[in-house]
């Protein structure tokens, strides 16, 4: 059940949604603000996580490596300083799961022991070989700091956790040559198999200034052979690091063997751009013969490439889950606040709930959405069916607005008051999040919801929906907006940006826009159009010293908004670091 605000919370909901309008381009934040002088309230505990993955103390640079499922099991590695919360002396820390919800730290698996890796031990990926053996590759700083790609195989395979990890004597495998540049040569892929039996990998690197997807082989995982041809390069932007490549059906939901290649599959070729610190995709076909990948759009603007998400994102990797048949991919999620607040506190990073992906009906993108076992911590549904939302607010009560799993549908009735579109706009969606705020009135929209909000609103994240009309298109635009005015928190040194996407959808068809929110102290994830398109942001209401955060819909449009269907739950916190002895495997 749900009940109305009362019609006071209409004027605060104007009077701090109509303040002044400075606005900030987004970015990923590392360090850009002034440290702060004293211990701030960011030590509170309430900006922990209760069900997104973190270890219990120090820094991740949370670069999810070598995610797998083997033998019952879900392995978790991720780059990891075990003595401090910023970032430095990188190793790889692990821990396992059985429903990728409730997780169990082991040993550290990888340490900077080697010549080879004696600086550092860098992202990487698993590869399960036949017989169900997997191993890992990954970068290793060497002594005479270059990047250089090694392997590191189980000590011990009967045992279910694959606690112990040896690295060979012959590594390294592969060394940066042939003007490739020591310093841009790293974050091998999960390996595939072609054809011919032989195993391919892809490198991240920068080539003559062109972002560069390398290409090894090898006839037996050991000895690495650079191919002729990288396996994609592009001078729409520089450096590409953890790059990702994997197959995903035409058709159906099902994910796939990363060896797997015919003409009932497409290929995506994901690349992390160190500017602008992003996570970007390409969907296209891998040409065995060629041993390339052709993309469907070879744009020679970044901009114009897909993404997974349109927030806080970043150093994605994906695996396939033999257990489920589904492609599972992770996340790393960075702090907004600054390096003093990291060390205060004691951590810093975490990684976003799990998503399957899964290619949309039309081939034009991939669609995600937080793995189902997520669904297992809902607690107290709160629900609404055919409610119209008329311009103002309404508080969701019942529900703990601070961890909370919210779906909505905006049904639109009609879309005649929809505003005039400029095509120029189309390349800066989060500018345009930014001039036409939660404040500005239009015709239909903005309307969403206002999460981690304080009793007088006087904090707030705002989530909403704009539909323009462009010639007879509708176009819908989904923004995040943290800034100053927004007031996601009263800190003044945070990182407070505004992300924005347009979804690609037919609304003349479909007349209702679905928006899914996981809230989790201090991660908002978003998931708009039924997963089409996701924007993660991070937020430090100070609201959690003294009070309970609240939950709002909201529509500041002059036409009314349907909602079709409204459900809310509490969510339970998962057990992010058990005991290894409480983990049960399923036979």
Known sequence: MASSCRSCLVWVLCF??????????????????????????????????????????????????????????????????????????????????????????????????????????????????????????????????????????????SDPFLREWTKPDYNPLMTPSDGIHPDMFR???????????????????????????LLYKSEDFVRWQRADSPLHSSSASGMWECPDFFPVPIEGREGLDTSVNSKDVRHVLKMSLMEPQSDYYMLGTYDETRDIFVPDNAADDYRMWLRYDYGKFYASKTFFDAKKKRRILWGWLNESDTESDDIAKGWAGIQIIPRKIWLDSRGRQLVQWPIEEVESLRRNEVHLHGFELTTGLHEIKGVKGSQADVEVDFELPSLDRADPFDPTRAMDAPKLCSQEDASVRGGIGPFGLLVLASENLEEHTAIFFRVYREQNTAKVLMCSDQRRQSRSSLRPELDKPVYGVFLDMDLEKERKISLRTLIDHSVIENFGGKGRACITARVYPELFLNTSSHLYLFNNGSSSVMISRFQSWGMAKAHLNIKLKDLVIEN
């Open 187 to 213: 974050d091998p892929t999960t390996g595939w198999r072609g054809a011919d039996g032989h195993w391919r990998v892809a490198l991240g690197a920068e080539i003559s200034g062109n972002g560069t997807a």
């Open 16 to 157: 701090f949604l109509c303040r002044c309008l400075v606005f900030v381009e987004p970015s990923r934040r590392v360090f850009l603000y002034p440290q702060s002088q004293e211990i701030s309230s960011i030590v509170s505990k309430q900006y922990r996580t209760a069900y997104h993955f973190q270890p219990p103390k120090n820094w991740i640079n949370a670069d999810p490596n070598g995610p797998m499922y083997h033998n019952g099991v879900y392995h978790l590695f991720y780059q990891y300083n075990p003595n401090s919360s910023v970032w430095g002396n990188i190793h790889w820390a692990h821990s396992v799961s059985t429903d990728l919800i409730n997780w169990a730290p082991l040993d550290l698996a990888i340490h900077p022991t080697k010549p080879f890796d004696i600086n550092g031990c860098w992202t990487g990926s698993a590869t399960i070989l036949p017989g169900h053996q997997p191993v890992i590759l990954y970068t290793g700083m060497n002594r005479d700091n270059q990047q250089v790609q090694n392997i590191a195989v189980p000590g011990n395979l």
